[in-house]
Nanobody
Framework: VQLQASGRGLVWPGGSLRLSCAVSGRTFSRNVMGWFRQTPGKEREFVAAITWSGERTAYGDSVKGRFTISRDKAENTVYLQMNSLKPEDTAVYYC????????????????WGQGTQVTVSS
C-alpha cells in the first residue's frame, strides 16, 4: 500500500481545509485508513480513522464535531475535511493504513504517507 497525502496550507482561525490521501497498491475491505498529526517534541496524535467500507469512523476528542473523514472508493482516496480550524490544529498531518480494526495508536499502523503541513494562524 502506498499513500500520498496532499492539501497542505495556511489558513485563518475558523477557516477550513481539506486534506487528501491517494491510496495505491492493494486495497480491500479489511483496510483501515487513518489520519494522525504531530508537532515538534510531541507524540503523534490520532485524528480520525475510517474503514475502507466506510461503515465505521472514529475521531480524536480534540477534533470531534469539526473534522470529517471520508473515502472515495472509485478514486481510491481518503479525505479529511477540517472546519472551524484552531491554532492548536497546526501540525504535520499524516495519513496511514492498517489491516483489521480501527485503533488509535499510531504504532499499530503499517503504512504511512509523507506528512503535509497545516498551519492555522492569523
Amino acid at each position: 500500500v502506498q499513500l500520498q497525502a496532499s492539501g497542505r496550507g495556511l489558513v485563518w482561525p475558523g477557516g477550513s481545509l481539506r486534506l487528501s490521501c491517494a491510496v495505491s497498491g492493494r486495497t480491500f475491505s479489511r483496510n483501515v485508513m487513518g489520519w494522525f498529526r504531530q508537532t515538534p517534541g510531541k507524540e503523534r496524535e490520532f485524528v480520525a480513522a475510517i474503514t475502507w467500507s466506510g461503515e465505521r469512523t472514529a475521531y480524536g476528542d480534540s477534533v470531534k464535531g469539526r473534522f470529517t473523514i471520508s473515502r472515495d472508493k472509485a478514486e481510491n482516496t481518503v479525505y479529511l475535511q477540517m472546519n472551524s480550524l484552531k491554532p492548536e490544529d497546526t501540525a504535520v498531518y499524516y495519513c496511514a493504513a492498517r489491516d483489521g480494526l480501527i485503533v488509535v495508536s499510531w504504532v499499530r499502523y503499517d503504512y504511512w504517507g509523507q506528512g503535509t503541513q497545516v498551519t492555522v494562524s492569523s
